[in-house]
């Protein structure tokens, strides 16, 4: 990962830590930690150090588990976010060594700040996938609508780590101009296999394991066909990385994020819990229609390496 761009971030995230400790200021050394801990991370992934990429994050997520647990027992749910937040700088040794390799000179890190802002407001997409549609639900829908949806979405969030994990190893290795179109083709297979499994099993799975939200059943159904998507999606936004071209995954992100919140409300009074499930499978569908549609001019331009 390029020196420049490390420091851009050390700017671009102290800004937002600054910003956020005005609400509360361990939300600051929160962000500031994780930015310096996806930055470590990245940086072993462009160094195909693999083996080191896995203890940085299985380290980070184990850590995070046993320390917010121990220290909730003291502070409450402080202790929690204390517990990540010591785990993110525990983690970050490979972006600390960085440091002193930063670069004095504006010019040198101007290049690289459009690039990093355009990774940051992706990385803030992405954090809103995960909270924002329940900020819409909760207050339309009420509580027993959410924790069934949720319940489904925890069903999609689990499986998408496969696609994350796809798409985290391509952008190193078609960075380097290596060609991974066979390694695509397996994701995309294996995503359609976990789709049905999902399908097929989920009423025995929730039968043994979650008895009391059998309302879940079609909630899940119909989200598992988000996996599909998603690894799509993942495996586009590799090359597009990979080449730079990250305007196209910012936006994609957002025609993600516009669609889903459109559809939630329209689609879930008419048809509850079910039509805010295919809300999301549908935004996903929008947000590859685009990725693909981009993905074709650029090959029609015969852009390198694409």
Same mark, same amino acid.
């Given at each position: 990962?390029?020196?420049?761009?490390?420091?851009?971030?050390?700017?671009?995230?102290?800004?937002?830590?600054?910003?956020?400790?005005?609400?509360?200021?361990?939300?600051?050394?929160?962000?500031?930690?994780?930015?310096?801990?996806?930055?470590?991370?990245?940086?072993?992934?462009?160094?195909?150090?693999?083996?080191?990429?896995?203890?940085?994050?299985?380290?980070?997520?184990?850590?995070?588990?046993?320390?917010?647990?121990?220290?909730?027992?003291?502070?409450?749910?402080?202790?929690?976010?204390?517990?990540?937040?010591?785990?993110?700088?525990?983690?970050?040794?490979?972006?600390?060594?960085?440091?002193?390799?930063?670069?004095?000179?504006?010019?040198?890190?101007?290049?690289?700040?459009?690039?990093?802002?355009?990774?940051?407001?992706?990385?803030?997409?992405?954090?809103?996938?995960?909270?924002?549609?329940?900020?819409?639900?909760?207050?339309?829908?009420?509580?027993?609508?959410?924790?069934?949806?949720?319940?489904?979405?925890?069903?999609?969030?689990?499986?998408?780590?496969?696609?994350?994990?796809?798409?985290?190893?391509?952008?190193?290795?078609?960075?380097?101009?290596?060609?991974?179109?066979?390694?695509?083709? %397996?994701?995309?297979?294996? @995503? =359609? !296999?976990?789709? *049905?499994?999902?399908?097929? #099993?989920?009423?025995?799975?929730? $039968?043994? &394991?979650?008895?009391?939200?059998?309302?879940?059943?079609?909630?899940?159904?119909?989200?598992?066909?988000?996996?599909?998507?998603?690894?799509?999606?993942?495996?586009?936004?590799?090359?597009?990385?990979?080449?730079?071209?990250?305007? %196209?995954?910012?936006?994609? @992100? =957002? !025609?993600?994020? *516009?669609?889903?919140?459109? #559809?939630?409300?329209?689609?879930? $009074?008419? &048809?509850?819990?079910?039509?805010?499930?295919?809300?999301?499978?549908?935004?996903?569908?929008?947000?590859?229609?685009?990725?693909?549609?981009?993905?074709?001019?650029?090959?029609?331009?015969?852009?390198?390496?694409?």
């Amino acid at each position: 990962m390029d020196v420049q761009a490390n420091q851009v971030i050390l700017i671009s995230a102290s800004v937002c830590a600054i910003i956020v400790s005005l609400f509360n200021w361990l939300l600051g050394l929160f962000v500031i930690g994780m930015a310096f801990w996806m930055m470590s991370s990245y940086e072993l992934l462009s160094r195909k150090l693999y083996s080191k990429y896995a203890i940085n994050i299985i380290g980070a997520r184990g850590s995070q588990l046993v320390l917010s647990i121990i220290l909730y027992s003291f502070f409450g749910i402080q202790g929690i976010i204390i517990g990540f937040i010591i785990s993110f700088f525990v983690f970050s040794l490979t972006y600390f060594r960085t440091i002193p390799q930063f670069s004095k000179r504006f010019d040198k890190i101007r290049k690289e700040f459009k690039l990093s802002l355009h990774l940051y407001s992706y990385n803030l997409s992405n954090a809103l996938l995960l909270y924002f549609d329940k900020l819409i639900i909760a207050p339309i829908y009420g509580y027993t609508i959410l924790g069934y949806y949720q319940l489904g979405f925890q069903f999609l969030m689990f499986f998408s780590m496969i696609s994350v994990s796809f798409y985290q190893y391509l952008i190193p290795e078609e960075s380097s101009g290596k060609n991974r179109n066979k390694i695509r083709v %397996y994701g995309i297979a294996l @995503s =359609i !296999i976990i789709t *049905v499994l999902i399908f097929v #099993l989920a009423p025995v799975i929730l $039968k043994v &394991f979650f008895p009391n939200y059998i309302n879940s059943l079609n909630s899940i159904r119909i989200l598992s066909f988000g996996i599909i998507p998603m690894m799509i999606t993942g495996t586009l936004n590799s090359k597009f990385l990979a080449m730079k071209l990250t305007r %196209y995954v910012l936006f994609s @992100s =957002i !025609i993600y994020q *516009v669609t889903q919140v459109i #559809l939630i409300i329209i689609l879930g $009074k008419e &048809f509850g819990i079910e039509g805010i499930s295919l809300s999301v499978v549908i935004a996903l569908i929008c947000q590859i229609t685009f990725l693909g549609i981009m993905h074709f001019r650029l090959r029609k331009m015969d852009v390198k390496n694409i």
